[in-house]
C-alpha cells in the first residue's frame, strides 16, 4: 500500500492574498513623494525607520531570546559613524550609510563579548551599560561637537548622490528631494528588513532559534549551535539597526550624544511598539507601529503624558495580551500573513491502514 | 468518621488525568501504608492531599471538613504535614534551619520541637551546623523527616521515603517510626518497598494506574492479593 | 587634591552606591526578578522625601523614616498586584513589565514636578567634615557610608538570623517545598520588594541631600546600582558593598584625572571585572 503524500507548506490562504497587496502597497508607497506632501513623507519615513528598529528588537527578544534595552548603540554609534565619514573624510552620505552599518557590526563584536557573558536579566542592562559607554565616549570626540553635538554640512546633502537627479527629473527643491530620497532608501531598508527576517525565520536556521527560544537545552541536544546562532543574530541587528541609525540621522542632519544614543527614542519606543503589535511575530511590529503613530498624534499635545500612557498600555498588553494586539486577532481569526509554522499538507496523520504487522 | 478521607478523589496534570477517583480514609493514631509500581498515582494522591496539586473540595475531608481545595499553607494549618519525594530540603539552610524552617507556617501542641528531634536523630544534633545537603543520603531524609515533624502535625504524610537509599539505611529510619506514632502523629507511608510498608503499617492500600486495587489490615493480605494489585491482573499466572 | 583623598572620597561615594544596589541584589537573590524600575523607584523616594521636607517642614532625616513605612508599603503593593504576576520561567514579562513602570514613574514624576533639578536641603550637615588623618571626610559622605555598612549588616542578620530570614532562603531555594512549610511565596516576595523600598528610601535620602536630581536621574542610578552588584558577584550583600566600593573609587580617580571621565571610568571598571571575572569578584549564588 502506498503512503498518503505529505508536503511539508508554510504557506496559507491569507498569506498568498496579503503577498499580492503587499506588492500593491509597496508599488503605491513608492510612488508617494509624487502624489503627498513633504510632511507626510516625513512622517511615512519616521514610522518606516522605527518599523525597521522593531523589527530589528522583535527579532533579538521575541526570536533569539536576547533582550536588549541598549540597542541605541547601533543607532547612535551608526549615525555617528555616517557623521564622521562625511565630515571628516568626505564620503557622500548614502555611501557612509552603508559604512555605517558595517562599522556598526564590528562595534558589535566586542559588545557581544561583554554582554554575552551575562546571564538573561542582566543581559539586558550590560547592553545598556555599553551604550552608556559608547556614548560617553563619542561624547569625547572634539572633531564631531563633543557633548554638544554638530550638523551635516548644508552641500553634503544638497549634493547626495542622486539629489541631482531627482532634481532635473521630478522637479524639486533640493529639500524635497532629499527628503524623498531617505523615504525610499527607509522604504526598501524596511521592506529588505522584513523580507530578510522572514526568510530567516523560514529557513533551518530560524527552526534552529525557534527551537533555542522554546528549550535551549533540549535545542542544544539536537545539534542546535545556539549561542552562534545569537551572536549571528545579534551581529545581523546590529548591521540593520546601524544603516538604520545613520539614515536617520541623515535626514534630522544634526547630532548629539544625548539625541543619539537615547534610551527613550530608539529602545523604549521600539520595546513598546513590538509589545504592543505583539512580540515574536513578524505582523506584530508592522502593526505596532501604526498603533504608535496614531497614539503619538493623539496625544500630542500632552507632553509627557503620552509616554505615561504608553508606558500603561505596554504593562498592561504583557499582563493580560502577552501576544500583543496581532495575537489577539490572529488567535480569533486565525490568519497568519507572514506563516513560518510548518504544515503538514496532504495525508492524514491518524489514517491508519489495515493489513499492517500487526493486523 | 475517620480523621481524614478522600471521596472519589480525581487528580489532573493539565489534560492528563492521574488519579480516577481515590477513596482512602485514615483513624486517628492510625499507620497506613500506600504501595504500587511507579506512575499508580501515590505521589499525586501525596500532592493532593498536602495541597501541592489543588482539587474539588469535597474529595478530601479532615474530619468532614472539605480540605480538597486548599494551598499548601492552609493544609499545613490543618496540621497535615508532608515528607516530599526526594528530600527537598533547602540547600541554602542549615540542617538546623531546615528544622526549624518547618514550624514556619504552623506550629500544633505536641512533644516535637529541636530537642526531641535530635532526641530522635542524634547524629542531626552533631551536624547541625552543616549545610544540609553536605549530610549523607540518609541523614538528609532525617532531616526532612524531622522538619515535617517540627510543626508537629496530627497527620504525617512521608513520601517514598527509602528511595535510593541503602537497605541499612532505610532500616535505620524506619526504626524511627514507633517513637513517631508514640507522638500522637497519623501516618501515611508512602513506599515501593512491600515488605517495609507491610512491617510498619497497621493497614494498606494498593495503587494501580490512579485507582485503589487492594485495601487490607496488613496482617491479612496474601502475597499474591498484593502481587494481583501490585502488578494487575496477569492471567497467564494465575491460569 | 591628594590621591589618598581621592581614594577616601572614592570609598565614601561607593556608600552612596551600595545603598542604591542592596535592594536590588535583595530582589534578585530571593525571586530572580532584575527590576528595570528601582533607579526611579529611588528618585520616586526622592521626591516622597522632598515633598515631607516641603510640606511639612521636616529635618530630611525625620522625613525618611516617614518616608520608609510608605515606601514598604507601596513595594509589597508593586510586588503582591503586578509584578508577582510576571514571575515564571520566561525573563520576558518582568523585564518589560518593569521596564515600563520605569517609563511610567519618570513621566508621572515629570508631570508632577517638572523636569527642574532639586536637592533635599540639609541644612549646615552638607558642609560639615571631620578630619580622618590625613585626609578631610565631609559628614554625609561618612553618613552614607556608614549607612551603607548598617544596611549589609542589617540585612545579613535579618536573612541568617530570622525566622523570616530562613523563608527568604528557603523560597528562593525551591518556592514549592517552602509552601508545605507554610510560607506563602507571594508574601515572601511582596515583603522582600518592601524592604528593598525600605533600603531605596535610605538611598534616596543621602542621593537627595548630596547632589541635584531630576525625574530622569533613576536610569543612571539603575546602572551605578547594577555594575556594584556584578563586580561584587550575585548573592552577597558584603559583595555588593565592595563592588560600590570599587564603582566610587573608580569614579573619583577618573574624575581626578579629567572631570569628563568620571561615569566613563566607572563603567570601564566594571567592563574590566566582566571581563577578568565575568560571575564578579565575590561570587556566591550559584546561578
Same mark, same amino acid.
Given at each position: ?359 | ?50 495541597? @501541592?496539586? %489543588? ?7 479532615? =474530619?468532614?471538613? *472539605?480540605?480538597? +481545595? #486548599? !494551598? ?44 526531641? @528531634?535530635? %532526641? ?7 551536624? =547541625?551546623?552543616? *549545610?544540609?545537603? +553536605? #549530610? !549523607? ?103 | ?287
Amino acid at each position: 500500500m502506498a503512503l498518503p503524500s505529505f508536503q511539508v507548506e508554510t504557506q496559507t490562504k491569507a498569506s498568498a492574498v496579503f503577498g499580492i497587496a503587499a506588492a500593491a502597497a509597496l508599488l503605491i508607497a513608492f510612488a508617494a513623494p509624487l502624489l503627498v506632501s513633504r510632511g507626510v513623507i516625513q512622517d511615512l519615513f519616521f514610522i518606516l525607520t522605527m518599523l525597521v528598529l522593531a523589527q530589528n528588537w522583535n527579532l533579538l527578544a521575541g526570536y533569539a531570546g536576547l533582550i536588549s534595552v541598549g540597542q541605541q548603540v547601533f543607532v547612535g554609534f551608526g549615525a555617528y559613524a555616517m557623521f564622521g565619514c562625511v565630515i571628516l573624510f568626505g564620503v557622500d552620505p548614502l555611501v557612509a550609510v552603508l559604512i555605517a552599518g558595517v562599522l556598526s557590526t564590528l562595534l558589535a563584536i566586542p559588545t557581544a563579548f561583554f554582554t554575552f557573558r551575562l546571564y538573561g536579566p542582566y543581559f539586558a542592562i550590560g547592553t545598556w551599560v555599553v551604550a552608556e559607554v559608547v556614548r560617553l565616549l563619542l561624547a569625547q570626540w572634539k572633531a564631531l561637537g563633543g557633548g554638544t553635538g554638530t550638523s551635516l554640512p548644508r552641500d553634503a546633502t544638497r549634493d547626495m548622490l542622486g539629489v541631482g537627479l531627482m532634481r532635473d527629473v521630478f522637479d524639486m527643491k533640493a529639500s524635497q528631494a532629499g527628503d524623498a530620497l531617505t523615504y525610499w532608501l527607509a522604504l526598501i531598508l524596511a521592506a529588505l528588513t522584513v523580507g530578510f527576517i522572514y526568510r530567516l525565520l523560514r529557513s533551518k536556521q530560524g527552526l534552529g532559534l525557534a527551537a533555542v527560544r522554546d528549550n535551549e537545552q533540549a535545542a542544544r541536544a539536537v545539534g542546535v549551535d545556539a549561542r552562534r546562532m545569537k551572536a549571528f543574530v545579534y551581529l545581523a541587528t546590529a548591521f540593520i539597526t546601524g544603516i538604520a541609525g545613520a539614515l536617520i540621522y541623515v535626514q534630522k542632519a544634526r547630532i548629539s550624544p544625548d539625541a543619539a544614543f537615547s534610551v527613550t527614542d530608539w529602545t523604549a519606543y521600539v520595546i513598546f511598539i513590538v509589545v504592543i503589535g505583539g512580540i515574536g511575530t513578524v505582523e506584530g511590529p508592522i502593526v505596532g507601529v501604526i498603533v504608535f503613530f496614531l497614539l503619538q498624534n493623539l496625544l500630542a499635545g500632552y507632553g509627557s503624558w503620552y509616554l505615561l500612557v504608553l508606558g500603561l498600555i505596554g504593562i498592561g498588553v504583557m499582563l493580560f495580551a502577552p501576544r500583543g494586539l496581532w495575537g489577539l486577532v490572529s488567535d480569533r481569526t486565525g490568519i497568519q500573513l507572514f506563516p513560518v509554522r510548518r504544515m503538514l499538507k496532504g495525508g492524514s496523520l491518524n489514517q491508519t491502514s489495515k493489513g499492517g504487522p500487526h493486523g | 468518621m475517620a480523621l481524614i478521607e478522600t471521596k472519589g478523589l480525581k487528580a489532573f496534570y493539565g489534560d492528563f488525568q492521574a488519579l480516577f477517583g481515590v477513596d482512602i480514609a485514615i483513624e486517628a493514631g492510625e499507620t497506613i501504608a500506600i504501595i504500587g509500581a511507579n506512575g499508580a498515582g501515590k505521589t499525586t494522591l501525596m500532592r493532593s492531599i498536602s495541597g @501541592v496539586l %489543588a482539587n474539588e473540595a469535597g474529595s478530601i475531608l479532615l =474530619r468532614d471538613r *472539605p480540605i480538597g +481545595a #486548599l !494551598s499548601a499553607p492552609d493544609v499545613l494549618a490543618c496540621g497535615i504535614a508532608m515528607v516530599p519525594e526526594g528530600r527537598k530540603l533547602f540547600p541554602s539552610l542549615t540542617v538546623e534551619e531546615n528544622l526549624l524552617v518547618g514550624t514556619y507556617g504552623y506550629k500544633g501542641e505536641g512533644p516535637w520541637d529541636l530537642e526531641s @528531634v535530635y %532526641a530522635l536523630f542524634p547524629v542531626l544534633k552533631e551536624r =547541625r551546623k552543616n *549545610p544540609a545537603t +553536605a #549530610l !549523607s543520603g540518609g541523614q538528609q531524609q532525617m532531616v526532612a523527616i524531622g522538619r515535617a515533624l517540627m510543626s508537629n502535625p496530627k497527620i504525617l504524610l512521608c513520601d517514598e521515603i527509602s528511595l535510593g537509599l541503602a537497605p541499612v539505611v532505610v532500616r535505620d529510619i524506619y526504626a524511627a517510626f514507633p517513637r513517631i506514632r508514640e507522638g500522637g502523629a497519623s501516618i501515611v507511608i508512602v513506599e515501593q518497598d512491600i515488605v517495609q510498608a507491610l512491617k510498619v503499617a497497621d493497614r494498606v492500600y494498593c495503587m494501580m494506574e490512579g485507582r485503589i486495587t487492594l485495601s487490607g489490615r496488613s496482617s491479612d493480605l496474601s502475597r499474591d492479593d498484593i502481587h494481583t494489585a501490585y502488578f494487575g491482573g496477569n492471567r497467564h499466572e494465575l491460569a | 587634591m591628594s590621591w589618598l583623598d581621592t581614594v577616601v572620597q572614592g570609598v565614601l561615594l561607593g556608600g552612596l552606591y551600595a545603598l542604591f544596589a542592596a535592594g536590588l541584589s535583595l530582589v534578585f537573590g530571593i525571586m530572580r526578578l532584575v527590576n528595570l524600575a528601582h533607579g526611579d523607584l529611588i528618585v520616586l523616594a526622592a521626591f516622597l522625601i522632598l515633598v515631607l521636607v516641603s510640606a511639612l517642614g521636616l529635618n530630611p532625616f525625620a522625613a525618611a523614616v516617614i518616608a520608609a513605612p510608605l515606601m514598604f508599603a507601596a513595594g509589597w503593593l508593586l510586588q503582591y498586584f503586578l509584578l508577582n504576576r510576571t514571575l515564571g520561567k520566561d525573563i520576558l514579562p518582568p523585564l518589560l513589565v518593569t521596564f515600563g513602570l520605569s517609563i511610567v514613574i519618570q513621566n508621572g514624576l515629570l508631570e508632577g514636578f517638572s523636569a527642574d533639578s532639586r536637592r533635599i536641603f540639609a541644612g549646615s550637615l552638607e558642609t560639615a567634615s571631620i578630619g580622618l588623618g590625613p585626609v578631610n571626610a565631609g559628614i554625609m559622605p561618612l553618613m552614607t557610608f556608614l549607612s551603607a555598612v548598617a544596611a549589609v549588616v542589617g540585612l545579613n542578620q535579618l536573612i541568617y538570623r530570622t525566622a523570616v530570614g530562613r523563608a527568604f532562603r528557603a523560597t528562593s531555594d525551591d518556592p514549592l517545598t517552602a509552601g508545605l512549610m507554610g510560607i506563602r511565596p507571594q508574601r515572601i516576595f511582596a515583603m522582600a520588594t518592601g524592604l528593598a523600598m525600605v533600603v531605596v528610601t535610605i538611598a534616596a535620602l543621602y542621593l537627595g541631600t548630596r547632589a541635584n536630581f531630576d525625574p530622569t536621574s533613576g536610569p543612571a542610578r539603575l546602572i551605578y546600582a547594577f555594575e556594584a552588584v556584578i563586580i561584587g558577584g550575585l548573592g552577597s550583600l558584603w559583595g555588593t558593598l565592595a563592588g560600590g566600593i570599587i564603582l566610587g573609587v573608580a569614579q573619583t580617580v577618573g574624575a581626578a584625572i579629567n572631570p569628563e571621565w568620571q561615569i566613563l571610568a566607572g563603567h570601564l571598571a566594571f567592563l574590566l571585572v566582566l571581563l577578568f571575572k565575568p560571575r564578579g569578584l565575590f561570587p556566591r549564588a550559584v546561578d
